[in-house]
């Protein structure tokens, strides 16, 4: 049935790709086959389409199952961006009222209608079952299926019912994604919906376009935060915290700092939530702080970063929160604040569970832990932890691997935690190790009589800390192994017992000596435009779509994705035919949005006599503004300014006018980075406040105003800063 089809064409038509991405043609090929199909792909791997894609192409409409009502509208409204025809895609949920409701079915049994996405919780719904029963139905998409499993981050009981609803609509095939891979989820998903003999897609779990980075957690974490927030002007990213307070108040700290930040959590009601989140969507805000209630099916690609104010309860929740930058594929920086009392508080909240659950959250927390506190790759051990094997002890693009900590030797301290071990018959938990091992007593201690142990205090030279890290990098490296039944009980592995035999080098971290990876190693990393992209008229472009979005109450993504404006920034397409050639750019997208941008571009284009050659390959730029775009590109970079006149061959006053020039046509730069080197704080800050509280950006009124102390370079750098900051 699928050679039937042109999949390379379809997707060209329908979404303006050009090729697949990862295995999304395979599955695409089984769905149509109309067999059972089970994707696990990551966060921002294209799960979406291998769904959409199917629906648009097969006869009838495609049921999609989808957690959260709240975010349906928006992948509505993603799908509608692509097509000419509102009615291809609808929603049912609660949200709607009868008339509306009445309509969606009208245009689904009119068939023009190839995806219907629907809350579990609808599906119980007798009508809706009733109604759904009487129409043609492709297939079932259940997205976000991890819900199904208590393993899972997020599980939804609704979920587990979504097997027996389809059995009574009627039985077509399944397709089941997920962006949580651990063997113990997949089992449970698979099993639940009754999909054992199903064609599995796994891809690599690894995103390599995102950095990460894990901060010790101190008074400091704040002032942290804000400097880097400030640090990314313009773009957007998700701070979590763990409470709905730290929510509150922290949103509260980064407004005071003039940031744009607004929170979420699900204590706000409905109406303050979804402004915030819209208005977080449509980049009115930058930030958004939130708690974890924030952010599943939220398909804003264009997130830059991910901070975790605490750490999460369990490694896929890290996975999954982080996994929301960078889903273009862009730039995506995640860090995580941590230090290990709020694990232990988290393990504190859930003394009221049952015990099942409690062991179940004991264990998450402790894998957490180890994560956090390891100094090997973060890729290794993320990738190693979904079952997945990172093939480069060094991926470039972690604090560990940017900035190795230092190690030191600790043979002699491994064999003393084997000893302990195995004098204790490889019966008691880390903790109880650790004690023995700087000889502690405590009432269990004394009931086994342990303290009378020849090991009894071996170990009492080195802090609880350095044990800890022994153990864990013993656990990591194989020589111990935590016991999954016992949840936690320490046991010798065959290497363990043949290092006592034959020790050999074994290092762990010094964690008394941590040191920061330096902004320019983080920044250098993760993906980002590379090379030509026009930055006046990328930033146009931005305002642009930001203006269309609200005016066609869409977020801006929706009407092209920021890879799609790069891509026109460096083309200049003038046509609407031309416009088609642009990655994400198609029939669809072109006829319903395109005018305006060739518009905008065509004028650019005339203005500054921008030479377009016919087949949109190589872009010449007339020297002038080819200068101003090089200035702006080494700016980004955080050249130092007299190095960015000398090669222009200007002097220090001309490079000032043509950044001013810059400046005020519109355009933000940051020359922080620069004026920090080079001018004295308590200068920097009288003329900013000056320009503040001033009604008029003259330089000669500032010359005046603030007097002899202050050259006039110093007050022409900080005007820059200020007008940028404030004015654009
Ligand atoms: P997931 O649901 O797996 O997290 P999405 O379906 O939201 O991911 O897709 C992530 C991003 O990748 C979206 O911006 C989408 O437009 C883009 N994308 C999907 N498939 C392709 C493709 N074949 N080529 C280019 N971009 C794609
Ligand atoms: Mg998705």
Redesign the pocket.
Known sequence: MAEKYDLLKA?KDH?G?D???GN?QAIIEHVLMGRDTFVL?P???????CYQLPALLMEGTAVIISPLIALMKNQVDAIRGYCREDGVAHFMNSSLNKNQLECVKEDIRRGITKMLYVAPESLTKEDNIAFLRSINISFYAIDEAHCISEWGHDFRPEYRRIRPIVSEIGEHPIVALT?TATPKVQHDIQKNLGMEDVAIFKSSFNRPNLFYQIKPKNEGVDKDIVKFILSQPQKSGIIYCMSRNKVTTFAQVLQANGIKALPYHAGLDAKERAENQDAFIEERVDVIVATIAFGMGI?K?DVRYVIHYDMPKSIEGYYQETGRAG??GGEGKCIAYYRPEDLDKLEKFMKNKPISEQEIGRQLLGETAAYAESSICRRIFLLNYFGEEYKSDNCGSCDNCLMPKKKVEAKELLLNVLEVVDTLKEKFKTDYVIKILRGETNADIESFGHENLECFGIGKEEDENLWNAVIRQALISGYLDKDVETYGVLKMTQAGKKFIKKPVSFKVVDENDEEEVDDDNASRSGGGSGGAVDPVLFSMMKDLRKKMGAQNKVPPYVIF?DSSLESMATFYPVTLDELQNI??VGAGKAARYGAKFVELIKRHVEDNDIERPEDMRVRTLPNKSKMKVSIIQQIDRKVALDDVAMSHGLDFDALLSEIEAIVYSGTRINISYFIEEAMDEDHQEDIFQYFKESTTDSLDAAMDELGDDYTEEEIRLVRIKFLSELAN
């Open positions: 997707l979404f790709f090729s697949f991405k999304q792909m966060t921002g791997g294209g799960k979406s389409l962006a398909d690609p889903r273009d994705q990655p994400g």
